[in-house]
């Protein structure tokens, strides 16, 4: 279980990304094509083409942690967006990684003002 002491805020890429890459890769690819800080306490996930496979990147403070997790049977159900990331409450990634399906509904005010999509979960 991953020891989360304080909110934190969960983005979920929508594009799919190599899984060769590791802390440095994807911290780059948070910096560069999703806009974001790695080193802000944030949580970044990212899923393979296949979908059978998920890294979660996340700066706890000491150190940059990487969750790496590949599901025998079935794929991660993300959901459809034409943003390039989602945001996700602590339950909905928990219900994520459990199999549940998660959907898009009403965009949420980031701490810049930007309207970023929130997401829902069906089981």
């Given amino acids: 279980m991953i020891g989360i002491h304080q909110p934190v805020q ?3 890429a929508a594009t ?3 899984m060769r890459k590791s802390f440095d890769g994807l911290a780059e690819h948070v910096r560069a094509f999703l806009g ?3 080193l802000s306490g944030q949580m970044f996930v990212f899923a393979n083409r296949s979908g059978e496979r998920l890294k979660i990147l996340w700066w706890d403070r000491n150190g940059l942690v990487l969750y790496y997790k590949r599901l025998e049977k079935g794929t991660f159900r993300f959901p459809a967006t034409d943003q390039k990331c989602l945001a996700l409450d602590g339950q909905q990634l928990l219900q994520l990684l459990a199999g549940s399906q998660i959907v898009q509904r009403a965009a949420a005010t980031t701490m810049a003002g930007a309207s970023t999509p ?6």
Avoid: K, S, Y
């Fill in 118 to 123: 929130r997401a829902t979960t069906v089981q």
């Fill in 16 to 18: 799919p990304v190599d």
């Fill in 10 to 12: 969960i983005w979920v």
């Fill in 36 to 38: 974001h800080d790695p």
